[in-house]
């Protein structure tokens, strides 16, 4: 079986992707991630985890950071997120230089961190609550969220009660509670099954479609990658450094069919080769045709 | 057999479970009865009922009635009335008197409590009890309040740890009781001084146990939280010590235990008192039914608040583990109270606003 299914470029838009992406640069920056490096000192000498790290994200855009193991996406986020600093250049939140931690800069962490010993409400009016809202306000404001993230009912429980995606759901929450002008989503999904995965994935898109926010999101999945982002910032391993950012040309809104959509596959493709050096073409094809 | 008693770490079945905790109590006791019963078993002495003809002179002319004397002792005093032809002694093989059997421990359980003192101005047992449990609470309830706080902030801050806890780590090293003299001259001879040691005993461990357990808090919810606009205050408060409480709970539960190890010592410096005292008195009159008896008492009282804690936890710490039926019923009461007190106050309050 040798068939070869003729994928566009990955680089190839349509009309109405280019369109949205040149619109895109129109809108203020966000992030601006300004020539980060990032060294450790080790008894085996010194290790540079990223070096030169230079990309930006723009308001309302979905950002996703990729690569292989070992390529300081971790350390890149939580640079970002401001619990570890930079060795050089600097992190910049719309034009201001960043330092330390702040709400806005909101996170979701791969492990589940919420409080466990705080009921599901109180979880997510954690962040308000800290600014010194009222709890009241905080109370009407949480509402509001847990109806986002379909969990009203589940406001009195305690995280111990809930499934593992519907934590990260309540985790979702509790960084929106803040309004943060960046959420910042460290392979938010990474622990869940497979179908939790997909769909909290959609939900996300659903999330980011209905509000003005802005994600920055790490994952190793490139399906979730293109599934998601607007841009994917690949990254190279040792030293960690933006190999390239890619401009999916997936339309949206997006779904779950498109996974076998010519674009799809081709930035998947692109993706496939940039992280694990294949080849691409025969190879990913004959997979794509071994698939459903 | 089809099912192997020992399986490693396997859960037991709930009434396993029960049974081995009766065992766990009545193996021990069915040893003591067994010892205390069955005459060949060990009984090294003899009761002397009937000394015999003491007028036969010999190495063991000294046994009397009502005395207690060995076996072999007993034995050849009969040998030299046999020879002397006199009336032999006779008696019953008993335990020795630091042993007494199960049921004497028992009635001494009723009696301890209602024998007067043998001298006026001794205690009562359950004077002597009550002011141990006193020594003990306002010992620990110092040392708590000093050692919690400064635990949890040792756990938090590497600064005060590094100021803390190198010190306090030598000085736990010095046993407790030998600031007994010093405590006595400082506080002369009452509670005081008492106090002070189970407070010394308590304390220097507590701070380390509490900052070790503090340290074990979760960072990645120190992280979650900072990202939320937390500051250090609130991270202490509103992270650190909701996050260590239940383990903290745990610790002190563990802690409480260790001051009743010091009560012994420190009811024995200056003036003797409580339950040491008088088990220590009981000693010297040579009642082991009563001294067993509030050694026994000890190990109730301390198993029983222990439990009456570690029941309370389940009310303080709802979101840890799935809690007994009862507990989760009671944990009902006081919402239902407030439901029904507050109705509807609160909703005029409401309406007001």
């Known amino acids: ?292 | 057999m089809a099912l192997p008693l020992l399986r490693v770490r396997e859960p037991l079945a709930p009434g396993a479970r029960s049974a081995a905790t009766a065992l766990a109590f009545l193996l021990p006791l069915a040893l003591w009865a067994l010892v205390s019963y069955v005459p060949f078993i060990w009984h090294p002495q003899v009761l002397v009922t009937d000394p015999g003809d003491s007028a036969v002179p010999g190495t063991y002319d000294f046994i009397a009635a009502n005395e207690r004397v060995d076996v072999a002792s007993f034995e050849l005093r009969n040998e030299e009335l046999s020879k002397a032809g006199a009336k032999l002694a006779a008696g019953e093989r008993v335990n020795p008197i630091y042993l007494p059997a199960p049921h004497e421990v028992a009635r001494a359980f009723y009696t301890a409590f209602t024998t007067a003192p043998e001298r006026r101005g001794d205690y009562w047992l359950h004077e002597s009890l009550w002011h141990s449990c006193q020594i003990i609470f306002w010992g620990f309830l110092y040392a708590a309040l000093l050692g919690l706080p400064l635990g949890v902030l040792c756990g938090t801050f590497p600064l005060i740890s590094q100021l803390c806890e190198p010190f306090i780590d030598f000085v736990r090293y010095m046993p407790a009781p030998v600031f007994g003299a010093l405590a006595v001259a400082i506080f002369g001879l009452a509670d005081a001084p008492k106090i002070t040691i189970i407070f010394i005993g308590t304390f220097f461990q507590m701070v380390l146990v509490v900052a070790n357990t503090t340290r074990q808090v979760e960072p990645a919810l120190l992280h979650a939280a900072q990202t939320l606009g937390a500051n250090t205050r609130q991270l202490l408060t509103r992270v650190v010590i909701p996050s260590a409480l239940p383990h903290l709970y745990r610790d002190t539960r563990i802690l409480i235990g260790w001051a009743w190890t010091y009560l012994v010592v420190a009811e024995l410096i200056g003036e003797k008192s409580g339950i040491s005292a008088f088990i220590y008195q009981q000693q010297r009159y040579r009642h082991f039914d009563n001294v067993y008896a509030s050694i026994v008492i000890i190990g109730a009282v301390g198993l029983l608040c222990d439990q009456l804690l570690a029941f309370a936890g389940t009310f303080l710490f709802p979101w840890q583990s799935a809690p007994s039926p009862l507990a989760r019923s009671l944990r009902e009461v006081p919402r239902r109270l407030r439901a029904a007190l507050s109705g509807a106050p609160r909703a005029e309050v409401e309406v007001s606003k």
């Open chain 1, 1 to 292: 079986m040798s068939t070869q299914l003729q994928l566009p470029s990955y680089k190839a838009q349509s009309a109405e992707v280019a369109a949205r992406f040149s619109e895109i640069k129109q809108r203020p920056v966000v992030l601006d991630i300004d020539r980060l490096g990032k060294t450790f000192e080790s008894t085996k000498g010194r290790i540079t985890a990223l070096k030169d790290v230079d990309f930006r994200v723009h308001r309302k855009e979905f950002v996703s950071v990729i690569g292989p193991s070992g390529c300081g996406k971790s350390t890149l986020i939580r640079i970002l997120a401001g619990l570890e600093s930079p060795s050089n250049g600097e992190v910049r939140l719309d034009g201001e230089r960043t330092s330390g931690p702040c709400k806005d800069r909101g996170m979701v962490f791969q492990g589940y961190t919420l409080f466990p010993w705080l009921c599901v409400r109180d979880n997510v009016t954690f962040g308000p609550r800290m600014a010194g809202m009222s709890k009241a306000k905080a109370k009407e404001k949480a509402e509001a969220w847990l109806d986002v993230i379909g969990l009203r009912k589940f406001a009195d429980h305690y995280p111990d009660q809930l499934s593992g995606g519907m934590k990260q759901r309540v985790a979702i929450a509790r960084a929106l509670a803040n309004e943060p002008r960046i959420l910042l989503m460290d392979e938010p999904f990474g622990a869940l099954d497979a179908q939790t995965r997909a769909g909290m994935q959609s939900h996300l898109i659903k999330v980011w479609d209905s509000i003005d926010l802005t994600i920055l999101f790490i994952t190793h999945d490139l399906d979730e990658a293109v599934y998601l982002s607007d841009r994917i910032v690949v990254l190279a391993a040792h030293p960690g450094r933006v190999q390239e950012v890619i401009e999916v040309p997936v339309p949206r809104p997006r779904d779950r069919s498109q996974f076998l959509s010519p674009a799809f596959l081709a930035t998947k493709n692109r993706l496939e080769e940039l992280i694990y050096g294949s080849t691409g073409g025969e190879h990913m094809t004959e997979m794509t045709h071994a698939g459903p």
